[in-house]
Protein backbone atom coordinates (compact mmCIF):
# COMPACT_ATOMS: atom_id res chain seq x y z
CA UNK A 1 0.00 0.00 0.00
CA UNK A 2 1.72 3.42 -0.65
CA UNK A 3 1.31 6.88 0.84
CA UNK A 4 -0.47 9.05 -1.59
CA UNK A 5 -1.06 12.24 0.66
CA UNK A 6 1.30 15.37 -0.63
CA UNK A 7 4.58 15.07 0.20
CA UNK A 8 6.48 18.59 1.62
CA UNK A 9 9.75 19.38 0.50
CA UNK A 10 12.06 19.09 3.16
CA UNK A 11 14.08 22.56 3.96
CA UNK A 12 17.69 22.42 3.99
CA UNK A 13 20.32 24.78 6.45
CA UNK A 14 21.46 24.82 8.49
CA UNK A 15 21.10 21.94 11.70
CA UNK A 16 21.48 23.12 15.41
CA UNK A 17 21.81 20.09 18.43
CA UNK A 18 19.15 20.44 20.87
CA UNK A 19 21.09 20.46 24.71
CA UNK A 20 20.24 17.48 26.29
CA UNK A 21 21.02 15.94 29.32
CA UNK A 22 25.05 15.70 30.21
CA UNK A 23 25.09 12.02 28.98
CA UNK A 24 23.41 12.40 25.77
CA UNK A 25 20.31 11.06 26.93
CA UNK A 26 16.76 13.53 25.34
CA UNK A 27 14.72 11.51 28.05
CA UNK A 28 11.97 13.69 29.98
CA UNK A 29 13.03 16.02 32.59
CA UNK A 30 11.28 16.15 35.81
CA UNK A 31 7.56 16.12 35.85
CA UNK A 32 6.95 19.13 37.93
CA UNK A 33 3.04 19.11 39.92
CA UNK A 34 0.81 20.20 38.01
CA UNK A 35 2.42 19.79 34.62
CA UNK A 36 0.22 20.21 31.52
CA UNK A 37 2.48 17.90 28.81
CA UNK A 38 5.24 15.12 28.96
CA UNK A 39 7.87 16.31 26.61
CA UNK A 40 7.12 15.08 23.15
CA UNK A 41 9.34 16.69 20.52
CA UNK A 42 7.60 17.99 17.56
CA UNK A 43 8.89 16.07 14.64
CA UNK A 44 10.09 17.52 11.58
CA UNK A 45 6.31 17.05 9.44
CA UNK A 46 4.41 18.53 12.43
CA UNK A 47 6.55 21.65 12.67
CA UNK A 48 6.43 21.90 8.60
CA UNK A 49 2.74 21.03 8.50
CA UNK A 50 2.15 23.88 11.57
CA UNK A 51 4.10 26.93 9.61
CA UNK A 52 2.65 25.91 6.23
CA UNK A 53 -0.34 26.53 7.74
CA UNK A 54 0.32 30.00 10.06
CA UNK A 55 2.29 31.28 7.58
CA UNK A 56 4.58 33.28 9.40
CA UNK A 57 6.33 36.81 8.68
CA UNK A 58 7.89 38.67 10.58
CA UNK A 59 5.97 41.26 12.10
CA UNK A 60 4.28 38.36 13.63
CA UNK A 61 5.36 37.65 17.42
CA UNK A 62 4.86 33.66 17.70
CA UNK A 63 4.71 32.31 21.29
CA UNK A 64 4.80 28.66 21.45
CA UNK A 65 3.02 27.27 24.90
CA UNK A 66 4.67 23.84 26.39
CA UNK A 67 7.87 24.56 24.31
CA UNK A 68 9.52 21.62 25.33
CA UNK A 69 13.29 22.29 24.40
CA UNK A 70 12.21 25.16 21.95
CA UNK A 71 12.70 23.18 18.79
CA UNK A 72 9.92 24.84 16.90
CA UNK A 73 10.49 28.23 17.87
CA UNK A 74 14.15 27.61 16.36
CA UNK A 75 12.46 26.14 13.15
CA UNK A 76 10.08 29.48 12.91
CA UNK A 77 12.87 31.59 13.76
CA UNK A 78 14.61 30.03 10.61
CA UNK A 79 11.79 29.62 8.43
CA UNK A 80 11.11 33.12 8.32
CA UNK A 81 13.80 36.01 6.46
CA UNK A 82 15.12 38.16 8.35
CA UNK A 83 13.10 35.96 11.78
CA UNK A 84 10.58 36.91 14.05
CA UNK A 85 9.36 37.25 17.49
CA UNK A 86 9.15 34.72 19.44
CA UNK A 87 8.64 33.62 23.30
CA UNK A 88 8.74 29.88 24.40
CA UNK A 89 6.72 28.97 27.70
CA UNK A 90 7.70 26.18 29.37
CA UNK A 91 6.79 24.92 33.02
CA UNK A 92 9.68 21.98 33.16
CA UNK A 93 12.77 23.95 34.36
CA UNK A 94 15.08 20.99 32.61
CA UNK A 95 13.52 21.71 29.16
CA UNK A 96 13.43 25.81 30.21
CA UNK A 97 17.24 25.35 30.62
CA UNK A 98 18.16 23.52 27.15
CA UNK A 99 16.00 25.89 25.85
CA UNK A 100 18.77 28.11 27.20
CA UNK A 101 21.40 26.43 26.29
CA UNK A 102 20.04 25.77 22.14
CA UNK A 103 19.54 29.59 22.35
CA UNK A 104 23.49 30.60 23.23
CA UNK A 105 24.30 28.54 20.08
CA UNK A 106 22.34 30.24 17.48
CA UNK A 107 23.39 33.74 16.92
CA UNK A 108 20.95 34.81 14.82
CA UNK A 109 17.96 34.16 17.26
CA UNK A 110 19.79 35.78 20.80
CA UNK A 111 17.53 39.24 20.54
CA UNK A 112 14.14 37.72 18.86
CA UNK A 113 13.74 34.99 20.84
CA UNK A 114 12.95 34.51 24.66
CA UNK A 115 11.87 31.92 27.29
CA UNK A 116 10.14 31.72 30.22
CA UNK A 117 10.24 29.09 32.98
CA UNK A 118 6.45 29.74 33.69
CA UNK A 119 2.78 28.60 33.90
CA UNK A 120 0.96 28.75 30.61
CA UNK A 121 -1.96 29.27 32.80
CA UNK A 122 -0.94 32.64 34.02
CA UNK A 123 1.22 33.89 30.68
CA UNK A 124 0.03 37.09 29.38
CA UNK A 125 -0.89 35.75 25.28
CA UNK A 126 -1.98 39.50 24.62
CA UNK A 127 1.26 39.82 22.65
CA UNK A 128 0.59 37.29 20.46
CA UNK A 129 0.03 37.33 16.75
CA UNK A 130 0.36 33.43 16.33
CA UNK A 131 0.43 30.59 18.96
CA UNK A 132 1.45 27.34 19.23
CA UNK A 133 0.58 24.70 21.60
CA UNK A 134 1.40 21.26 22.39
CA UNK A 135 -0.33 20.53 25.60
CA UNK A 136 -2.72 17.14 26.52
CA UNK A 137 -6.28 17.68 26.44
CA UNK A 138 -6.74 18.95 30.34
CA UNK A 139 -4.19 21.47 29.65
CA UNK A 140 -5.95 22.43 26.33
CA UNK A 141 -9.35 22.75 28.66
CA UNK A 142 -7.31 25.03 31.42
CA UNK A 143 -6.51 27.52 28.45
CA UNK A 144 -9.40 27.53 26.69
CA UNK A 145 -10.51 30.82 27.20
CA UNK A 146 -7.35 32.34 26.67
CA UNK A 147 -7.28 30.43 23.41
CA UNK A 148 -10.29 31.44 22.45
CA UNK A 149 -9.81 35.58 23.44
CA UNK A 150 -6.89 35.20 21.34
CA UNK A 151 -9.25 34.22 18.34
CA UNK A 152 -11.46 36.87 18.99
CA UNK A 153 -8.05 39.21 18.59
CA UNK A 154 -6.92 37.66 15.47
CA UNK A 155 -4.68 35.25 16.14
CA UNK A 156 -3.96 32.56 14.44
CA UNK A 157 -3.48 28.82 16.45
CA UNK A 158 -1.76 25.80 15.66
CA UNK A 159 -2.26 22.81 18.35
CA UNK A 160 0.03 19.68 17.68
CA UNK A 161 -1.76 16.60 18.17
CA UNK A 162 -4.99 17.53 20.51
CA UNK A 163 -7.70 19.80 19.55
CA UNK A 164 -8.48 22.92 21.16
CA UNK A 165 -12.06 22.20 23.08
CA UNK A 166 -14.88 24.19 21.54
CA UNK A 167 -13.32 24.98 18.34
CA UNK A 168 -13.51 23.92 15.36
CA UNK A 169 -10.52 23.75 13.03
CA UNK A 170 -9.92 25.53 10.13
CA UNK A 171 -7.74 22.98 9.18
CA UNK A 172 -6.27 19.49 10.07
CA UNK A 173 -3.09 18.03 8.74
CA UNK A 174 -1.93 14.32 9.64
CA UNK A 175 1.28 13.94 9.57
CA UNK A 176 4.57 11.10 9.02
CA UNK A 177 3.50 8.94 12.13
CA UNK A 178 0.06 9.89 12.41
CA UNK A 179 0.34 13.14 14.25
CA UNK A 180 -1.92 15.52 13.75
CA UNK A 181 -2.10 19.57 13.27
CA UNK A 182 -5.31 21.68 13.93
CA UNK A 183 -5.11 25.02 12.80
CA UNK A 184 -7.87 27.55 14.05
CA UNK A 185 -8.52 31.36 12.98
CA UNK A 186 -11.24 33.75 13.96
CA UNK A 187 -13.76 31.58 11.96
CA UNK A 188 -13.16 28.86 14.03
CA UNK A 189 -15.04 30.26 17.43
CA UNK A 190 -18.67 28.91 17.65
CA UNK A 191 -21.01 31.21 16.41
Known amino acids: MSDSSPKRPQKTGPTY ?3 TDQDGSTEEGSKPQGYLAPF ?5 TAQQAALDMMKLTSEDVL ?15 LSVKG ?15 RCL ?3 ATIPPCKDKVTFHHADVCTTDLTPATAIFVYLVPAGLKLIEEKLHSSLRNGVRIASYMFSVPGLTPVKTDST ?6 HFYDSTSLPS
Do not use: H, M, Q, S
Open 17 to 19: RFA
Open 40 to 44: NPTDI
Open 83 to 97: GLNCVGVEFDRIYYE
Open 101 to 103: TTL
Open 176 to 181: KGGCKV
Open 63 to 77: YDLGCGDGRFLFAAF
